[in-house]
């Protein structure tokens, strides 16, 4: 039977959120022959599901070893050629189990983009990862083993009970092409988009302030308590409120982290503490726009639907760049756009679409803009010159 350690190391390498470290370790398990078969075993337990949907690209896993390896450098400086082979041992098991799952992949026509299967993850406070899966349940336990939360389906819920310390964070993680919801012990609801990462206490402490942190977009609808002020820490950007409902995204990749105010107020602020005379105050229908380079924030009034109407499914875009628009198709369909058409770049476009295939929004680019596309076997699209 595979010891703990070693299965939380089998699941951060499935999920892509392993580092050359813990790789290493992984390795060093792996050479053992009957450790091999534990591997398939585990792996054939699991995720037969998942494999079968989906066939595995060997060139790809291997490519995504050794930039992993690279990207740690501080370890992979230190490494031997015969060190570095030694990840062709995991990368060739690991295939293996790919391609013995390939007999049962489903058969995709060559003009339909199919999102390849991603995980929902759930990283715990002492380090390990759990995997959610969208139509199961489960439970989420603190270091004591006490059930904190229950998972149902797209949805998980913390309850409020236990007596904490100190805080305990989980952090949830939504691939691309997929959405989530998330209730908070507060009551607290956030809904998570695409490609987003939201850190959280398991429970809020009384007296303290109530703080969690965000990478990508969420839709927050705030429990009010007026003694402990809710705060979104957005990188350099701090979100105070007390009791709204407002939208915010911050994409690493985005220049702006952009929140949306649908109801009640907030206080936009950098730094530490809320001064209220540098701070920027929010009324409803407007969004603040923080500069991520010049740290400056400015505010509008917008239409707010537009902005939250990925929780249903729909992508509106209104006065958007062509390239924010192919950015935020990747997100949501998971799947990965290259323009050639480097005049198209910065054009801006304003179109609706509702809960449709990625091949329904191609075609009325095509059919309006004169935009051309192809679709790729390997889940690529092309936009091409015409």
Known sequence: ??????????????????????????VDWIQTKSNVQEFKSYVNTHYAIIFSMNE??????????????????????????RSILKYAAI?????????????????????????????????????????????????????KGNVVGEQNGAQLVYNNKGEFEKLEYNTLNIPYGKRFELLLSDG???????GTSLKYPVKFLEGEIRHVFLSGEAYFDVSENKENPFIVNADDLNIEVLGTAFNV???????????????????????????????????????????????????????????????????????????????????????????????????KFNASFGDEPIEKILNYFEITYGVEFTMEENNEIIISVH
């Open 1 to 26: 039977m595979i010891n703990p350690e070693i299965e939380n190391l089998i699941v951060k390498y499935i999920t892509q959120s392993i580092n050359a470290k813990e790789l290493d370790v992984l």
């Open 56 to 81: 595995l690209d060997s060139d790809k896993i291997k490519k995504e070893l050794l930039l992993r390896i690279r990207k740690d450098k501080s370890i992979y400086s230190k490494l031997k050629v």
């Open 91 to 143: 990368a060739i098991v690991f295939i293996s189990v790919g391609y013995f799952y390939q007999d049962f992949s489903k058969v995709q026509s060559v003009n339909d983009v199919v999102p390849q299967e991603e995980f929902i993850t759930l990283q715990l406070d002492d380090g390990n990862i759990k995997i959610i899966s969208e139509d199961g349940t489960s439970k989420v336990k603190d270091k």
């Open 188 to 194: 607290t609801k956030v809904h998570l988009n695409a």
């Open 249 to 347: 995204s911050t994409y690493p990749e985005d220049l702006n982290t952009d929140v949306v105010l649908v109801e009640g107020s907030v206080s936009l602020y950098t730094g530490k503490e809320n001064d209220v005379k540098s701070n920027t105050l929010l009324e409803p229908g407007f969004t603040g726009s923080f500069n991520k380079k010049e740290k400056s924030i400015s505010t509008k009034p917008v239409i707010t639907s537009i902005y939250t109407a990925w929780i249903y499914g729909e992508l509106v875009f209104r006065d958007i760049m062509f390239s924010n628009i192919l950015k935020k198709m990747e997100r949501h369909y998971n799947v990965q756009i290259t323009n050639t058409n480097l005049k198209l770049t910065d054009e």
